[in-house]
């Protein structure tokens, strides 16, 4: 059983940068892939980006080359560094994590960009 437990988040200013971080606790051997995703209100959950083991990236069209998905294996921790953020990319944003075939969730953390 893997438990995700994400932390930053908040009320960000237009054109700001934000840091979310998300470790991954448990009896793990390797995670594969980690990452986030989000959802607006009245809107699906969507990928924003990816990290796999290997440290291979994907990202959604909107956020690439503002948001930057990092991680640290040695502490199953993956960051979300958020730049230039524009009022659409508030959300709830889930960190989420594959492991043995399985896919976990985390609690969700609410961002709010004001215009």
């Known amino acids: 059983q893997v438990r995700l437990v994400e932390s930053g988040g908040g009320l960000v200013q237009a054109g700001g940068s934000m840091r979310l971080s998300c470790a991954a606790f448990g009896n793990m051997f390797e995670i594969n892939a980690m990452g986030w995703y989000r959802q607006a209100p009245e809107r699906q959950r969507e990928l924003v980006a990816t990290i796999t083991h290997g440290g291979s990236t994907n990202y959604a069209d909107s956020v690439k080359g503002r948001f930057v998905v990092s991680r640290d294996n040695a502490k199953n921790t993956v960051y979300l560094q958020m730049n230039s953020l524009k009022p659409e990319d508030t959300a709830v944003y889930y960190c989420?994590?594959?492991?043995?075939?399985?896919?976990?969730w985390g609690q969700g953390t609410q961002v709010t960009v004001s215009s």
């Open positions: 989420t994590c594959d492991y043995l075939r399985d896919d976990y």
